[in-house]
């Protein structure tokens, strides 16, 4: 026999769940049917139209009908559905405590064959909880505890759902807390016309337990030996005889085991009763052995990257423990670097990068001890590798090492991380000049030499998207902090500290539409704290770039903000800025000096100390094949600084905002995404080089308009150049032309 409660709360519960559904199949349109323009609740103050609409059949066209005409979703007024969603709202406002609401309709017409629905909602005065009693814990330490911060407290609306989750809070924490057998009564008294509700929880405790024998059984796959000892499976189940029970941590012995990825079945049940004579409870882990090896392989392509491939090997058990050895390989720059070449017309993006013409690779060696650690992780790692930002800068790491602690509570993850490693950072000539003043050959040789580099870091990151691939609602948050200096193993010209930011948003518009937004903030000082610490400068491989299909799309890969700039050709100005002259002329003082609006500019990216971008995004359902295809629109703002520098500053004015358009295709390795942006802009002013070649000395020469760094010639011929800096006078001309102002890009998933 089902109280009338606790009927109440099951047909509030099959209502809402059958709503749905049924609008699933209600929504239907035929020849005679009327559409639902607009849908309308008017009245309700305790609960948002979304939560109503979201229980109800009636539902209006999506955005994109309503508004193209021709588009999307068409929905109409089930006339039979229409009455019960009356029922449905009633229902829901009873169980929550409005028992004098009232619901009415009006449906209004739009026009031919359109409809404004609008439910008219008198929700009244709620009965409220007046006196609320739990008997029963008298017995129980710190029993006050057990009682804090319930679904339901006096004063607060007489809500059924809420009066059960209350009893199962009491009854969970119970049961946490040693008392195995704990259960818990509920009664109430509600007066109408006083508009209140009595309500007493009666709880029945039993003994307190704590654990007894623990009873291992384990399964291994047929006609293979066991793989992991009783002694490693206990290790990472700690759960021991003498141990207060508490059903959580019984559950996490279940995570725990599924954590190291070695059994296909764990099962974790406690006895039935508690033993009377020592208060003691038996439990027994059941378990069946998988596989103790993966290995997996991939092979992509990307623009950046031209072809790559992945190998991974997976041990389960190194030394018959429950420790994990993972091997990763993983190879790039396939078809356009040496020695696999031969593929450069299908990849020219990754041709064009200074650093495609070795491949790039990581070997990494990880083993995780998963045994005798229920918060933290424990992994070290041993690596080599080379990896390349675009145009950047090149990143050679012969070996390296890694000890990491990461941590997982639910949907919120910390890692620390202590990272050391000898290598070295080559960067473009240009780009060593402009940024860190090393201009002659001696100088950029002395900087791309291996030094050491040991980094700690923390990280933190909380996501509550319901898919992580292509999110419709939650956020997702990460932060990260990076540093560097003689405390960590650091040489002194590697001494930094790194501050990233990343929080995005989304939020469904209607059942077709998700807008997204997402904020990215960076920062690198020096070890002052300072980005005015002239005594520092950023490695290339730590400094913020911006631009690309995952920041501002406007913009190439790494191309916004701060560059410098080698023209392919410049001109020998004399000092009265007339064109001519020789360098081997001693009587003719001459510059050599680049034009705007030369034909041939390859861009070097020099990254900064600062970084800001913003993006808003919103998502829609194509209106056909709406599971295949999804239309974007966007706009991304931000921009890249190198702030402590003269004329570098962090104002509105400096931002730039481009807009664009784009569409997802989804496929089995997710979406392939091509997005199209505006950009007007002309880009940044910056230094201008010329890189000799070898033949000719192999001297970087400053080119920029309006320098003065006299040009001389040797008797053997050779020029040099005199020193000094280089002004960031150099500025490309802008396109004019608003095709040629588009930036296409192609990628895999969604921009965040």
């Not at 012995?253 to 296909?264: I, P, S």
């Not at 997976?314 to 356009?336: E, I």
């Not at 629109?633 to 931000?638: E, I, P, R, T, V």
């Amino acid at each position: 026999m089902i109280s009338a409660p606790r009927a109440l709360c099951v047909m509030a519960a099959l209502l809402s769940i059958a709503a749905p559904t049924a609008r699933a199949q209600a929504g239907i349109c035929g020849a005679a049917s009327v559409e639902v323009g607009r849908l309308e609740f008017d009245g309700n103050r305790s609960f948002p139209a979304a939560t109503l609409e979201a229980g109800i059949v009636t539902a209006p066209s999506s955005w994109a009908r309503r508004t193209l005409k021709v588009l999307g979703t068409r929905r109409c007024l089930d006339r039979q559905a229409f009455p019960l969603d009356v029922a449905r709202l009633l229902k829901w406002y009873r169980v929550h405590g409005y028992r004098e609401a009232t619901v009415d309709t009006v449906v209004t017409a739009m026009g031919p064959g359109r409809v404004a629905v609008r439910f008219l909602i008198r929700e009244g005065e709620p009965v409220r909880v007046r006196d609320f009693f739990v008997d029963g814990l008298d017995s129980v330490p710190n029993n006050q505890a057990l009682l804090r911060d319930l679904p339901l407290s006096r004063g607060e609306p007489f809500d059924t759902i809420s009066m059960y989750a209350a009893r199962d809070t009491i009854v969970r924490r119970l049961r946490n807390t040693g008392y195995p057998d704990a259960e818990a009564f509920v009664g109430y008294d509600t007066h109408t016309l006083d508009r209140r509700a009595d309500l007493s929880f009666k709880v029945a405790v039993g003994p307190r337990a704590r654990i007894g024998a623990v009873d291992l059984r384990v399964t291994p796959l047929p006609g293979v030996p066991r793989g992991i000892t009783d002694e490693a499976i206990r290790r990472v189940a700690r759960v021991s005889p003498g141990d207060l029970y508490a059903e959580r941590d019984l559950e996490a012995v279940k995570r725990a085991l599924y954590r190291t990825e070695a059994f296909n079945f764990v099962r974790v049940t406690p006895d039935s009763v508690v033993n009377p004579r020592d208060s003691t409870i038996g439990v027994r882990l059941e378990l069946t052995e998988g596989q103790m090896h993966a290995v997996r392989t991939g092979l992509g392509w990307g623009t950046l990257d031209c072809f790559r491939a992945s190998a991974d090997l997976t041990k389960f058990n190194l030394l018959k423990g429950a420790t994990r050895l993972d091997v990763r390989t993983r190879v790039s720059k396939l078809g356009v670097g040496e020695p696999v070449t031969g593929l450069e017309n299908l990849c020219p993006q990754a041709k064009s990068d200074a650093y495609s013409g070795d491949l790039n690779y990581t070997v990494n060696a990880t083993v995780t001890a998963l045994a005798g650690w229920r918060d933290f992780l424990p992994s070290v790692s041993v690596f080599s590798e080379r990896r390349s930002e675009y145009n950047a800068y090149l990143r050679t790491t012969p070996v390296g090492g890694n000890v990491n602690f990461t941590r997982a509570l639910g949907r919120l993850s910390q890692s620390l991380s202590y990272t050391v490693e000898y290598g070295r950072t080559q960067a473009q000539p240009a780009l060593l000049c402009a940024v860190f003043n090393a201009c002659t050959q001696a100088d950029q040789a002395s900087f791309n030499n291996f030094r050491r580099l040991g980094v700690a870091s923390v990280s933190l990151s909380r996501e509550t998207g319901d898919s992580p691939e292509n999110p419709t609602r939650g956020s997702a948050v990460r932060l990260e902090l990076r540093t560097a200096g003689r405390y960590t193993g650091a040489e002194d010209s590697l001494r930094f500290n790194k501050f990233l930011a990343d929080g995005a948003i989304y939020y469904p518009l209607s059942s077709d539409i998700i807008l997204a937004a997402r904020i990215r903030i960076g920062a690198v000082v020096g070890p002052s704290l300072s980005f005015s610490d002239a005594a520092f400068s950023v490695p290339p491989q730590e400094r913020l770039f911006g631009g690309g299909p995952t920041t501002v799309r406007g913009f190439r890969q790494n191309e916004l903000g701060p560059a410098v700039y080698i023209p392919s050709a410049y001109d020998t100005v004399r000092a009265n800025g007339t064109r001519g002259g020789s360098p081997a002329n001693a009587a003719d003082t001459v510059y050599f000096r680049a034009r705007a609006d030369s034909t041939s500019i390859r861009t070097v990216p020099t990254g900064g100390n600062a970084l800001v971008v913003a993006n808003l995004e919103a998502r829609i359902r194509s209106p056909f094949y709406p599971e295949l295809i999804q239309w974007t629109a966007f706009a991304d703002l931000g921009q890249v600084w190198n702030r402590g520098t003269p004329g570098s500053t962090l104002a509105f004015k400096s931002f730039v905002l481009t807009p664009g358009l784009g569409v997802r295709i989804s496929t089995l390795i997710g979406f392939i995404r091509m997005d199209v942006a505006h950009n007007p802009y002309q880009r940044a002013s910056g230094a201008a080089y010329f890189d000799a070649p070898l033949s000719q000395g192999g001297a970087l020469f400053c080119v920029s308009p309006g320098n003065t760094l006299r040009v001389t010639a040797n008797k053997s011929g050779q020029l040099s150049q005199a020193a000094g800096s280089c002004p960031a006078a150099f500025q490309p001309s802008r396109e004019s032309s608003f095709f040629r102002q588009l930036t296409l890009n192609f990628s895999i998933g969604q921009a965040f």
